[in-house]
């Protein structure tokens, strides 16, 4: 198995690429480990690993986050990790539930904005995940109010140096150009 890895704009995230589907459907997130021994043998094996503090599942790609270690002493382990665990067969999730689908609970914008948030979660979708999931991270829908449209920033997009610029120049200009409605993009 050849696992590449690749950079991200975020320093203190690095993004495997297995050859393989990890995610079919949806996205996972895994912040602490804990969260990722309820959900995830992959996650759980990865944060065996001192130094991480963040894990992100994509439809064919995994990226990590690390806290201080340097990446040529974590960069051996979190491959061995992965390769073990498709090698064993194991499914990457404990069940099914923990998708990008439940993300959706929670969501806030006023009735009669109906239109604008479907146009918004259109465009975000089609124009801005794809470019986003390239860099190892996500952005989804959280709630639109007042002209602000708030989005959670995943993977490798959370806490990632270039993340404003990429909040206030690209998304929300975008957003902007196709819903006037849009004033403000902001990251929650």
Known sequence: MFIQTESTPNPATLKFLPGKVVLETGTAE??????????SSLAA??????????VYFGYDF??????????????PAILGS???????????MAGQGRAE????????FEKGDETIVATIKEL????VRPAVAQDGGDITFKGF????????????????????ATLKHGVQNLLHH?????????AV
């Open 30 to 39: 895994f912040r602490d480990e804990t969260e990722a021994r309820a959900s």
């Open 45 to 54: 094996r990865i944060f065996d690993i001192p130094g991480v503090t963040g």
């Open 62 to 75: 995994i990226t990590v986050t690390k806290a201080d270690a340097e990446w040529q002493h974590l960069k």
């Open 82 to 92: 992965i390769m073990e665990h498709f090698m064993s067969g194991q499914p990457i």
């Open 101 to 108: 689908e439940v993300d959706q609970e929670g969501e806030f």
């Open 124 to 127: 975000l979708e089609t124009r």
């Open 145 to 164: 109010r007042d002209g602000t449209v708030f989005l959670n920033m995943k993977g490798a997009c959370s806490g990632c140096p270039s993340s404003t």
């Open 178 to 186: 196709f819903v006037p409605e849009v004033q403000a993009v902001e």
